[in-house]
């Protein structure tokens, strides 16, 4: 057994027990209730015995944590729910649904992205075998959060696969993004360049930080809001594609996407209905493996946050 101890950081004050477990130790939400009724949570040496417990910043929150075992190699599961905008022999695009996990880990042993995959095109399973392949994330490439939509690309074979992974590496696979974020972005245009590393008071979060690896992301204004309370819509580009990139650097010039727990303390618009991120990957392109050519794909909003947008004026 292990011990998670942190001091509950700003973005997780008054937020329930139950919530902050599930995002500090990447576990479901049925691993923290029996976390919780066997008495394994607490808060400043006290047993928590009811998950609605709201945390305050700087008290100390310990777990008491199963070790960790490997996870079993993924196996199908046609309940899987994701939409494939594109499939031929080399490549799969997916339009990812928000609240599916993309690989089976910690928490989420399975009913994620890639199990729904192995259903649909079983002979991804083979790439398990391939060296450099993790063989519990068989053709994935690069992935998007568990509260992020979009497009994700899928390797079919291992030839697929290395020149995806060549490309991600060149940085010439292009990845933008709408997000939504909290006040009136000044410049109409903008890049943020600050190198992004794990954070050191929670070992699930990332943030800026000098000994961080290198991280790039641009964006430009699409459109600007003053009601119900000033937002921008942004669209947002990766040049590279470090952990929870977008959400950390948009947060860290003070414009956190509206929705963010984690980097942006929940803060919704008022009369928001969201229950994520208003994140979304809404354009792909790369070099296709088979042919050379360059490809690209476009997904829309999806209709939760295209409704909150509709309901914003300027």
Do not use: C
């Amino acid at each position: 057994m292990s011990e998670l101890s942190v001091h509950v950081p700003p973005s997780l004050d008054g937020v329930r027990v139950d919530r902050a477990v599930a995002l500090l130790a990447d576990v479901s939400r049925s691993v923290v209730d029996t976390l919780v009724s066997g008495g394994r949570v607490q808060v400043e040496g006290e047993t928590v015995n009811a998950r609605s417990r709201p945390l305050r910043q700087g008290e100390l929150l310990t777990v008491q944590l199963d070790d960790e075992r490997p996870v079993p190699p993924p196996g199908p599961d046609p309940s899987v729910v994701f939409e494939v905008v594109h499939a031929d022999t080399e490549v799969i695009v997916v339009d990812k649904p928000a609240g599916l996990v993309v690989h089976p880990g910690a928490g989420h042993p399975d009913g994620t992205l890639v199990n729904g995959i192995l259903a649909r095109f079983p002979e991804v399973a083979a790439l398990a075998d391939e060296d450099g392949v993790d063989p519990g994330r068989p053709g994935i490439v690069h992935r998007l959060d568990r509260g992020t939509s979009g497009l994700l690309v899928v390797a079919r074979t291992p030839g697929a696969y290395r020149s995806l992974v060549n490309q991600l590496g060149a940085r010439t696979v292009s990845r933008r993004y709408r997000a939504l974020v909290i006040g009136a972005v000044e410049s109409e245009v903008g890049v943020v360049d600050a190198p992004v590393g794990r954070s050191l008071s929670s070992p699930t979060r990332m943030s800026v930080s000098r000994k961080g690896k290198e991280a790039r992301t641009r964006y430009r204004v699409e459109r600007r809001f003053g009601q119900p309370v000033p937002s921008t819509l942004l669209e947002a580009s990766l040049e590279t594609g470090r952990t929870h990139q977008i959400r950390v650097h948009l947060a860290a010039i003070g414009h956190p996407v509206v929705g963010d727990e984690v980097y942006g303390r929940g803060r919704w618009l008022p009369g928001s209905t969201l229950d994520r991120p208003f994140l979304h990957a809404f354009s792909l392109a790369f070099d296709h493996p088979g042919t050379g050519e360059r490809v690209e794909w476009t997904s829309p909003l999806p209709p939760d946050l295209a409704g909150e947008l509709a309901r914003l004026s300027g």
